[in-house]
């Protein structure tokens, strides 16, 4: 009897060393992941990793359990074992369509990290039109120095309307207070206790604190719920004299209000590192205005982030290795 179960053991133990081992999880990856690859290997051995290449994705997403790159309905299609996506950018707009919003497939993206560079941006902007540097830079082209009828406000006192205050939000409201301004935020969600921030209102409240404003910024992110949210009457409620800072998505405001509030004097001028058309036409009014500051959607541009995308990567894919939670959660249907 005792001979028998050990010869039971031994052949249950020799089919279950026939079987075959798990295939190792293989990541897809595109863009500026590709020079993590190196790294990826030391941190996440039992993976492998693909380089992608532009006219065989379709092929090799098939058998990928994860993908670092903008995701399309094309390659969502060919993939059968997608479990994540991670997006570089903050932005995922363009990804949000029906299959993917409902799919079971998680999604990250460069939110929070993208704060420092965009904040900095933003008083950037601000800055060039409170101290009236927008005036002196053409003075430089003429060799002028006139200072007779120069004009400047200071930030101290003044009163800021954050419009979203997530990972680029907060930071501004950081800034803003360092330069002694009341803050006020805009934010669907319940924001943690920040200590520059008095006061946050919901989106459907936005009208309520909009003409306490001296400065309005804009840095939530775009979905069907946020687009146009500061538009026409939003613009009539803004104190005379008030700035207007967008870094987010220009889809955010309506841009045909801001022109009129623009040329009506409502507000005393606009910084835009977003517009709606972008890139901005030849042509169009924007362009006309002394009092408006726009640059290329570059505020996302610093010496510093490029550091903390390769940070969130591999600390992310080191993660899904090991099926521990993933940092940078987007929640698909919401957009952010």
Same mark, same amino acid.
């Given at each position: 009897? !005792? *001979?028998s %179960?050990?010869l039971?053991?031994?052949? @249950?133990?020799?089919?279950? #060393?026939? &079987?075959?081992? $798990?295939?190792?999880k293989?990541?897809?990856?595109?863009?500026?992941?590709?020079?993590y690859?190196?790294?990826?290997?030391?941190?996440?051995?039992?993976?492998?990793?693909?380089?992608?290449?532009?006219?065989?994705?379709?092929?090799?997403?098939a058998?990928?359990?994860?993908f670092?790159?903008?995701?399309?309905?094309?390659l969502?299609?060919?993939?059968?074992?997608?479990?994540?996506?991670?997006?570089?950018?903050?932005?995922?707009?363009?990804?949000?369509?029906?299959?993917?919003?409902?799919?079971?497939?998680?999604?990250t993206?460069?939110?929070?990290?993208?704060?420092?560079?965009i904040?900095?941006?933003?008083f950037?902007? !601000? *800055?060039? %039109?409170?101290?009236?540097?927008?005036? @002196?830079?053409?003075?430089? #082209?003429? &060799?002028?120095? $006139?200072?007779?009828?120069?004009?400047a406000?200071?930030l101290?006192?003044?009163?800021?309307?954050?419009?979203?205050?997530?990972?680029?939000?907060?930071?501004?409201a950081t800034?803003?207070?360092?330069?002694?301004?009341?803050?006020?935020?805009?934010?669907?969600?319940?924001v943690?206790?920040?200590?520059?921030?008095?006061?946050?209102?919901?989106?459907?409240?936005?009208?309520?604190?909009?003409?306490?404003?001296?400065?309005?910024?804009?840095?939530?992110?775009?979905?069907?719920?946020?687009?146009?949210?500061?538009?026409?009457?939003?613009?009539?409620?803004?104190?005379?004299?008030?700035?207007?800072?967008?870094?987010s998505?220009?889809?955010?405001?309506?841009?045909?209000?801001?022109?009129?509030?623009?040329?009506?004097?409502?507000?005393?001028?606009?910084?835009?590192?977003?517009?709606?058309p972008?890139p901005?036409?030849?042509?169009?009014?924007?362009?006309?205005?002394?009092?408006?500051?726009?640059?290329p959607?570059?505020?996302t541009?610093?010496?510093g982030?490029?550091?903390r995308?390769?940070?969130?990567?591999?600390?992310?894919?080191?993660?899904?290795?090991?099926?521990?939670?993933l940092?940078?959660?987007?929640?698909?249907?919401?957009?952010?």
């Amino acid at each position: 009897m !005792l *001979l028998s %179960l050990l010869l039971a053991g031994l052949a @249950a133990g020799s089919l279950s #060393a026939q &079987e075959p081992k $798990p295939a190792p999880k293989k990541i897809l990856v595109t863009g500026r992941g590709i020079s993590y690859i190196p790294d990826m290997k030391i941190l996440a051995p039992n993976v492998t990793f693909v380089e992608a290449k532009a006219d065989g994705m379709i092929a090799q997403i098939a058998d990928a359990d994860a993908f670092l790159g903008e995701i399309t309905p094309p390659l969502f299609q060919a993939a059968k074992k997608l479990k994540w996506v991670h997006i570089y950018s903050a932005g995922v707009e363009r990804s949000r369509f029906p299959e993917f919003i409902n799919s079971n497939v998680a999604l990250t993206n460069g939110k929070i990290i993208q704060g420092p560079e965009i904040a900095d941006h933003a008083f950037a902007l !601000l *800055l060039s %039109l409170t101290r009236n540097i927008v005036q @002196a830079i053409p003075n430089r #082209a003429k &060799e002028e120095w $006139p200072k007779s009828d120069w004009k400047a406000i200071e930030l101290r006192g003044k009163t800021a309307l954050i419009i979203g205050v997530g990972g680029i939000g907060s930071q501004i409201a950081t800034r803003a207070a360092a330069f002694g301004m009341t803050v006020i935020g805009v934010d669907p969600k319940d924001v943690p206790f920040h200590p520059a921030i008095s006061q946050v209102v919901p989106p459907d409240r936005i009208d309520s604190v909009i003409p306490k404003a001296d400065v309005v910024f804009v840095s939530a992110p775009h979905t069907p719920q946020s687009e146009k949210m500061v538009g026409a009457k939003q613009f009539d409620l803004m104190k005379r004299g008030a700035y207007f800072i967008a870094v987010s998505r220009g889809k955010l405001y309506d841009t045909n209000a801001l022109v009129k509030a623009l040329d009506s004097k409502r507000i005393a001028g606009a910084g835009l590192d977003v517009t709606d058309p972008e890139p901005l036409p030849k042509g169009h009014a924007l362009w006309k205005f002394d009092n408006v500051v726009l640059t290329p959607h570059i505020a996302t541009v610093s010496d510093g982030v490029g550091e903390r995308y390769r940070e969130l990567v591999l600390d992310n894919v080191a993660r899904f290795a090991k099926g521990e939670p993933l940092r940078n959660v987007v929640d698909k249907v919401k957009g952010y």
